[in-house]
């Protein structure tokens, strides 16, 4: 099963009151946060494209790499896949993510069809990817196809919010913030959407950028 997906702000409102009724914390975040944001994005080649033009690098150095990628029309897949490596090379990309986006536009994925498949089918599909962790996936899964209940507990916004928020005397461990985000099943995604706000928002008030 697909199960619920999130299409607008409206959704998040009902997950959020969901939550905060099951764990009045959640009731003071969003006193602390105001609503959580949509973040919706489109699906498809790009997404995952633009995740991996992301990595390692600061959101500036990414934006600059992409419009590079566009300026020189090699942002469609039939252009990364025919590019050479100077080409890609050129726009700002390192060898290793030549070879990812490479591998990505020409693995051939059935985009529009990920759309109908459960979470664990669509894990299943884009993880053998080179330079495709299961966190990249998990963060298209939320923001691109809006699921509803997927989680991220490798995060460490997440981890780190949940560690503020629930007074936990470190960061959860993987198997312990599984459980702990199981309660929040149906809407894991927007408990990630608040703990995310959540964070941001402990950073600011200690003048720190999250």
């Known amino acids: 099963m697909v199960g619920r997906i999130i ?11 969901w939550l905060a009724a099951r764990e009045p914390r959640f009731a003071g975040v969003i006193t602390a946060t ?48 025919e590019a050479t490596e100077e080409d890609l090379r050129a726009c700002g990309l390192s ?16 985009f529009e069809g990920l759309r109908a498949l459960p979470n664990e089918e669509v894990i ?6 080179p330079g495709i962790g299961r966190w990249t996936v998990e963060m298209y899964l939320i923001f691109a196809l809006g699921r ?13 919010g949940a560690r503020i928020l629930f007074d936990l005397p470190e960061r959860p461990k993987r198997k312990a913030f599984d459980a702990l985000a199981a309660e929040w099943s149906p809407w894991r995604a927007v408990a990630a959407r608040g703990l995310w706000a959540y964070y941001a928002h402990c950073k600011q008030r200690e003048g720190v950028a999250p």
């Open 95 to 110: 060898r290793q993510k030549v070879r990812y986006v490479q591998a990505l536009a020409r693995a051939g994925i059935d």
């Open 7 to 17: 299409h607008t702000e409206d959704d998040i409102a009902e997950g959020a009151e």
């Open 34 to 81: 105001g609503p959580w944001p949509l973040r919706r994005r489109a699906d498809g080649f790009e997404a995952l494209r633009d995740a991996i033009l992301g990595q390692q690098v600061s959101v500036a150095v990414a934006n600059a790499i992409r419009g590079k990628v566009l300026a020189a029309e090699l942002g469609a897949p039939e252009a990364i896949a």
């Open 148 to 160: 509803a209940d997927v989680f991220a507990v490798d995060d460490l916004a997440l981890a780190e």
């Open 124 to 129: 299943a599909t884009l993880l053998p990817l």
